[in-house]
Protein backbone atom coordinates (compact mmCIF):
# COMPACT_ATOMS: atom_id res chain seq x y z
CA UNK A 1 0.00 0.00 0.00
CA UNK A 2 1.26 3.12 -1.11
CA UNK A 3 1.49 6.31 1.72
CA UNK A 4 -1.11 8.98 0.84
CA UNK A 5 0.41 11.88 -0.93
CA UNK A 6 0.01 15.60 0.14
CA UNK A 7 -2.34 16.36 -2.08
CA UNK A 8 -4.72 13.76 -0.80
CA UNK A 9 -4.84 15.69 2.62
CA UNK A 10 -7.95 17.43 2.46
CA UNK A 11 -6.55 20.49 3.85
CA UNK A 12 -3.03 20.52 1.93
CA UNK A 13 -1.51 24.16 1.70
CA UNK A 14 0.45 23.14 -2.03
CA UNK A 15 -1.01 25.05 -5.38
CA UNK A 16 -2.98 23.15 -7.40
CA UNK A 17 0.48 23.63 -9.90
CA UNK A 18 2.87 21.79 -6.93
CA UNK A 19 0.24 19.15 -6.09
CA UNK A 20 -0.02 17.93 -9.99
CA UNK A 21 4.12 18.11 -9.78
CA UNK A 22 3.84 15.73 -7.43
CA UNK A 23 1.07 13.43 -8.86
CA UNK A 24 3.25 13.28 -11.94
CA UNK A 25 6.47 12.58 -9.64
CA UNK A 26 4.53 10.10 -8.00
CA UNK A 27 3.74 8.57 -11.15
CA UNK A 28 5.87 8.71 -13.65
CA UNK A 29 4.21 6.35 -15.91
CA UNK A 30 1.20 7.93 -16.62
CA UNK A 31 0.81 9.75 -20.36
CA UNK A 32 1.01 13.18 -21.07
CA UNK A 33 2.34 16.10 -22.88
CA UNK A 34 4.46 15.75 -26.25
CA UNK A 35 3.37 12.13 -25.94
CA UNK A 36 0.21 12.31 -27.18
CA UNK A 37 -2.01 13.91 -29.48
CA UNK A 38 -3.28 17.42 -28.46
CA UNK A 39 -6.96 16.36 -27.80
CA UNK A 40 -5.33 13.45 -25.91
CA UNK A 41 -3.16 15.33 -23.66
CA UNK A 42 -6.01 17.74 -22.78
CA UNK A 43 -7.93 14.96 -21.93
CA UNK A 44 -5.44 13.29 -19.76
CA UNK A 45 -4.39 17.00 -18.14
CA UNK A 46 -7.77 17.88 -17.25
CA UNK A 47 -8.11 14.29 -15.93
CA UNK A 48 -4.71 14.11 -13.93
CA UNK A 49 -5.89 17.46 -12.37
CA UNK A 50 -9.20 15.94 -11.84
CA UNK A 51 -7.04 13.13 -9.53
CA UNK A 52 -5.42 16.17 -7.51
CA UNK A 53 -8.14 17.91 -6.85
CA UNK A 54 -10.54 14.95 -5.80
CA UNK A 55 -7.77 13.47 -3.66
CA UNK A 56 -7.09 10.10 -6.00
CA UNK A 57 -4.94 7.68 -6.74
CA UNK A 58 -3.97 6.06 -9.72
CA UNK A 59 -4.80 2.74 -8.75
CA UNK A 60 -7.88 0.91 -10.85
CA UNK A 61 -10.40 1.73 -8.10
CA UNK A 62 -8.96 5.33 -7.74
CA UNK A 63 -9.64 5.61 -11.46
CA UNK A 64 -13.38 4.16 -11.48
CA UNK A 65 -14.30 6.97 -8.66
CA UNK A 66 -11.84 9.52 -10.67
CA UNK A 67 -14.55 9.12 -13.46
CA UNK A 68 -17.15 8.88 -11.17
CA UNK A 69 -16.48 12.59 -9.48
CA UNK A 70 -15.78 14.05 -12.69
CA UNK A 71 -19.01 13.25 -13.93
CA UNK A 72 -20.87 14.43 -11.11
CA UNK A 73 -18.56 17.18 -9.61
CA UNK A 74 -17.15 18.79 -12.68
CA UNK A 75 -18.81 20.90 -15.91
CA UNK A 76 -18.11 18.07 -18.07
CA UNK A 77 -21.24 16.19 -18.53
CA UNK A 78 -20.87 12.63 -19.90
CA UNK A 79 -21.15 12.89 -23.68
CA UNK A 80 -18.64 15.52 -23.90
CA UNK A 81 -16.73 12.90 -21.02
CA UNK A 82 -17.26 9.98 -23.11
CA UNK A 83 -16.49 12.09 -26.68
CA UNK A 84 -12.77 12.81 -25.35
CA UNK A 85 -12.75 9.23 -24.09
CA UNK A 86 -13.43 7.99 -27.87
CA UNK A 87 -11.41 10.19 -29.65
CA UNK A 88 -8.62 9.41 -27.83
CA UNK A 89 -6.62 6.36 -28.93
CA UNK A 90 -4.37 6.56 -26.03
CA UNK A 91 -7.66 5.65 -23.41
CA UNK A 92 -9.32 3.22 -25.64
CA UNK A 93 -5.91 1.44 -25.62
CA UNK A 94 -6.34 1.46 -21.58
CA UNK A 95 -9.52 0.47 -21.44
CA UNK A 96 -8.54 -2.72 -23.62
CA UNK A 97 -5.61 -3.65 -21.59
CA UNK A 98 -7.86 -3.17 -18.57
CA UNK A 99 -10.52 -5.03 -20.57
CA UNK A 100 -14.33 -5.28 -19.76
CA UNK A 101 -14.82 -7.87 -16.92
CA UNK A 102 -11.94 -6.04 -15.14
CA UNK A 103 -13.69 -2.31 -15.48
CA UNK A 104 -17.35 -4.05 -14.49
CA UNK A 105 -15.60 -5.80 -11.29
CA UNK A 106 -13.94 -2.77 -10.02
CA UNK A 107 -16.96 -0.46 -10.70
CA UNK A 108 -18.59 -3.49 -8.09
CA UNK A 109 -16.13 -3.25 -5.62
CA UNK A 110 -16.25 0.71 -5.62
CA UNK A 111 -20.14 1.09 -5.49
CA UNK A 112 -20.34 1.88 -1.49
CA UNK A 113 -17.79 4.66 -2.52
CA UNK A 114 -19.33 5.77 -5.47
CA UNK A 115 -22.52 6.44 -3.54
CA UNK A 116 -20.43 8.58 -1.29
CA UNK A 117 -18.88 10.36 -4.21
CA UNK A 118 -22.54 10.95 -5.47
CA UNK A 119 -23.01 12.59 -1.64
CA UNK A 120 -19.74 14.39 -1.92
CA UNK A 121 -20.76 15.74 -5.12
CA UNK A 122 -24.42 16.87 -3.97
CA UNK A 123 -23.05 18.85 -1.71
CA UNK A 124 -20.49 21.41 -3.45
CA UNK A 125 -21.22 24.69 -3.98
CA UNK A 126 -19.99 24.33 -7.59
CA UNK A 127 -18.87 22.19 -10.07
CA UNK A 128 -15.15 21.88 -10.58
CA UNK A 129 -13.91 23.54 -14.23
CA UNK A 130 -12.99 20.52 -17.34
CA UNK A 131 -11.49 23.66 -18.89
CA UNK A 132 -10.84 26.67 -17.26
CA UNK A 133 -8.68 25.08 -14.30
CA UNK A 134 -5.66 27.05 -15.50
CA UNK A 135 -7.01 30.27 -13.72
CA UNK A 136 -6.42 27.61 -10.11
CA UNK A 137 -2.88 26.24 -10.75
CA UNK A 138 -1.28 28.95 -8.42
CA UNK A 139 -4.27 28.41 -5.60
CA UNK A 140 -3.72 26.02 -2.66
CA UNK A 141 -5.87 23.24 -3.28
CA UNK A 142 -7.11 23.66 0.80
CA UNK A 143 -8.70 26.92 -0.48
CA UNK A 144 -10.05 25.07 -4.21
CA UNK A 145 -11.61 22.06 -1.86
CA UNK A 146 -13.48 24.96 0.17
CA UNK A 147 -14.93 27.01 -2.64
CA UNK A 148 -15.85 24.45 -4.59
CA UNK A 149 -17.33 22.58 -1.48
CA UNK A 150 -15.05 19.24 -2.31
CA UNK A 151 -14.08 16.79 0.63
CA UNK A 152 -11.72 14.36 -0.33
CA UNK A 153 -12.83 10.55 0.81
Known amino acids: ?10 DC ?6 ALAEYYQAHPGLLYGDELEP ?4 FFRAHDVCHVVFGLETNLEDEALADFWTLMGSDVG ?3 YVGYLGESKEAMQIFKQIGLWRTLL ?5 ISKVALVFA ?10 WTGYENYMGV ?11 VVL
Open 13 to 18: PLSLRE
Open 140 to 150: PLNRIRSEFGI
Open 39 to 42: ESAQ
Open 106 to 110: TTLRV
Open 120 to 129: HTRKMKKKWP
Open 78 to 80: LSR
Open 1 to 10: MRTRLLYQAQ
